[in-house]
């Protein structure tokens, strides 16, 4: 069965640092993976999708996640974390097997400091 | 255009209360669906409807009541609902019939309040 794990379900960042948050994918075949980003009393907006295209993915408001096959993982990465982008983060799967379905982490909030 | 709309914003009901959420796309999106989340939990989801018809029902109570008219247009039919169904409901589409890898698009959802 495919499941994500979110490690750290808050994060907190100085503005202008590095962000980081991490996820690990549980599939048994190649999966499809998506980052999203829900705002405060706002529904999901797709950060980025990882289809095989390419290991290194670029993805909206300077986002990007590299696809690591050997470690499962699948982390989002933001050079420079502005006030923005305080929000909840969800790292989801999508394995071919279960069609329609995408299995969410729990979740990350990330906190932005002045 | 990638938007999903969703009526009302927020909604509050009685137990015995008789209510709609309505969901509607333009994208020409052929799958849609339905999440419940609860705060700081992720999305979960109750139903799908692919080409008009019913594909997944995730077990959910028969309070809830799913309904397609047309491709573009998704509602959820409440009646009965109990406190804990209190929560943000999520109406979301995707391009073809659903399948694997497939970007689902989310809208603002529908606050709902059961006293």
């Known amino acids: 069965a495919q499941s994500v794990t979110q490690l750290g379900s808050h994060v907190s960042v100085s503005e202008g640092a590095l962000v980081l948050l991490r996820c690990n994918y549980s599939?048994?075949?190649?999966?499809?993976l998506f980052w999203y980003v829900q705002y405060p009393n706002q529904g999901l907006q797709l950060l980025l999708k990882y289809t095989s295209a390419a290991t290194l993915v670029k993805g909206i408001n300077d986002f990007e996640a590299e696809f690591k096959k050997s470690e499962t993982s699948f982390h989002l990465t933001k050079p420079s974390a502005h006030m923005s982008d305080a929000a909840e983060y969800f790292c989801?799967?999508?394995?071919?097997?279960?069609?329609?379905?995408?299995?969410f982490g729990a979740g990350t909030t990330v906190t932005v400091r002045a | 255009d990638t938007e999903v709309t969703q009526t009302p914003k927020h909604l509050v009901m009685g137990m015995t209360n008789k209510k709609s959420l309505k969901c509607e796309q333009h994208?020409?999106?052929?799958?849609m669906y339905w999440y419940k989340q609860k705060a700081k939990k992720p999305p979960e989801l109750m139903f799908v409807?692919?080409?008009?018809?019913?594909?997944i029902n995730e077990s959910v109570p028969s309070r809830f009541s799913p309904e397609c008219p047309n491709s573009s247009l998704l509602n959820l039919h409440l009646h009965a609902l109990q406190p804990e169904d209190s929560a943000l409901y999520l109406c979301a589409s995707s391009q073809a019939g659903g399948g694997a890898g497939e970007t689902q698009y989310f809208g603002p959802g529908t606050r709902l309040l059961v006293l």
């Open positions: 409807y692919s080409y008009e018809k019913l594909s």
């Open positions: 994208m020409g999106h052929r799958a």
């Open positions: 599939s048994s075949v190649p999966p499809y």
């Open positions: 989801a799967v999508s394995d071919g097997i279960n069609d329609y379905k995408l299995s």
